[in-house]
C-alpha cells in the first residue's frame, strides 16, 4: 500500500510515525481492531469524501475504497454498512454499490433486513447543519464502528485544505462534526489518509507537522498560517499512498484474519468500480473524469489488488506460517 510510483515521498515520510503510533502492521492493526470490535448485525459508518478545488467536485480516491470496505465488512464481519459523503457524491453511491456486489437500500430499517445491502447519508457543508445531521445519524444508526478514509478535516483553527496549502473549508462538508460525536459516545474510530491532512490523522498530528512540507505552521496559502495538518485524531490509523490503497490492505489484512478470501475484491471488480465511479463524477487530480485514482488508472489500481491477493493467499496456504517465530526468538530477525 506504500509502493511509491511517482516518488513524492510523503506516505514514506508520515510511515514511520503511524507505525510507531500502532506498534505494529498498520493494516493489520486496524483489521484485528475491526475484528474484535464489530459484531454481526452492527452498522458501521463509512466516511468518505473530499472535495477538489479545480471542479468543485469530489474526488474518487476514498469513495472507491469506501465500497469496498462495505462489502469486505459485509461479506467478513456480517456488519451493516452506511456510507457517510458530502452531498456532491450522495447519488453516485446509490449508482456505484451494485460494481461491488451490493444493494442500494434507502433507509437503515431495510439495510437491517437485507444482507449485503448498503444505504447512505450526506453531511452539509454548514457547521450548525451538519452537527445536526451527525445527531440524526447517529441515532438512526447506533454505530459499533466509524471509519473514514480522504476525509477533508480542520486544522486546530477549524481551517480546511488541501495537502498543497489551499483553503477549501467553503467547499467540504463538515464531516468532523459527526466524528467529534462518535468519538465523545466512545465509538470505535480507524482512519485512512495519505498526506496528514484527514479526518483522524491528528493521531499523529505533531508528526506530520514536522515531517510534511506544508502541514505545520506558516505551510498554507491562507490567513490561517497553521498549516494543512488535521487536528482530529482516530483510535487506529493507516498511511497509504493513496487512502484507497490502505482501504484494499485494510480489506486484505480482513481476508487474512478471517481465512476467507471472498472477503477482498479482485482486479476486474476493481476496474468495474472505477469506471462506474467516473461515470457518476467521480473525478481524479487534475479534476477530469478519467477513471483514476490520485492520478493513478485502472491497469496500476488492478495490480496492486491481485499483488494484495496474492499476498494472502500465500499467507492462507503456507505450510508453515510461524517459521518467522523461531528466528525472532533466536535474535537473528525482530519483529
Keep these: 500500500m506504500n509502493l511509491d510510483p511517482s516518488c513524492l515521498g510523503i506516505n514514506r515520510a508520515i ?23 464489530v459484531k454481526p448485525g452492527d452498522t458501521v459508518l463509512i466516511m468518505c469524501g473530499f472535495v477538489l478545488k479545480n471542479q468543485k467536485r469530489a474526488e474518487m480516491d476514498g469513495f472507491t475504497g469506501a465500497l469496498v ?24 453511491v446509490k449508482h456505484c454499490a451494485y460494481a461491488v456486489g451490493m444493494h442500494y437500500v434507502e433507509s437503515v430499517g431495510l439495510l437491517r433486513e437485507r444482507d449485503f ?14 452537527r445536526a445531521q451527525a445527531e440524526q445519524i447517529l441515532k438512526e444508526t447506533n454505530p ?12 486546530e483553527k477549524g481551517v480546511y485544505h488541501m495537502a498543497v496549502g489551499w483553503d477549501v473549508t467553503e467547499i467540504e462538508a463538515k464531516m ?3 466524528f467529534f460525536l462518535a468519538k465523545e459516545r466512545g465509538i470505535p474510530t480507524c482512519s ?15 508528526y506530520i507537522k514536522e515531517h510534511v512540507p ?25 498511511i497509504a499512498k493513496t487512502a484507497d490503497w490502505g482501504c484494499y490492505a485494510l480489506a486484505a489484512a480482513l481476508a487474512y484474519l478471517l481465512e476467507n478470501m471472498r472477503v477482498m475484491h479482485d482486479g476486474e471488480m476493481q476496474k468495474e468500480l472505477m469506471k462506474a465511479a467516473s461515470r457518476n463524477g467521480l473525478v ?9 485514482i490520485d492520478g493513478y488508472g485502472i491497469e496500476i489500481n488492478v495490480m496492486i489488488v491481485e499483488l494484495m491477493r496474492a499476498c494472502v493467499r500465500e499467507g492462507l496456504s503456507s505450510e508453515e506460517p510461524l517459521w518467522v517465530k523461531k528466528y525472532v526468538e533466536a535474535g537473528i530477525l525482530t519483529e
Excluded at 224 to 237: L, M, N, Y
Aim: charge should be negative; glycine fraction near 14%.
Design 69 to 92: 470496505m462495505a462489502r469486505a465488512l459485509s461479506k467478513g464481519l456480517g456488519a451493516k454498512p452506511v456510507i457517510i459523503t458530502p452531498r456532491e457524491s450522495e447519488e453516485a
Design 117 to 130: 445491502s448498503v444505504t447512505g447519508y450526506s453531511i452539509s457543508r454548514d457547521a450548525r447543519e451538519a
Design 144 to 155: 459499533g464502528a466509524v471509519i473514514t478514509m480522504e476525509v477533508a478535516s480542520a486544522n
Design 214 to 238: 506544508g502541514a505545520g505552521a506558516g505551510g498554507c496559502y491562507c490567513d490561517c498560517r497553521e498549516g494543512a495538518a488535521s487536528a482530529t485524531a482516530a483510535d487506529h490509523i493507516i
Design 192 to 206: 485512512i489518509g495519505d498526506c496528514g491532512n484527514e479526518l483522524g490523522m491528528g493521531a499523529i498530528g505533531p
Design 15 to 37: 510511515y514511520p510515525g503511524a507505525r510507531d503510533y500502532e506498534k505494529g502492521p498498520l493494516a493489520m492493526s486496524c483489521a484485528q481492531y475491526l475484528v474484535d470490535t
Design 176 to 178: 468532523d462534526e459527526l
Design 284 to 292: 481524479t487530480t487534475d479534476g477530469s473524469l478519467t477513471p483514476a
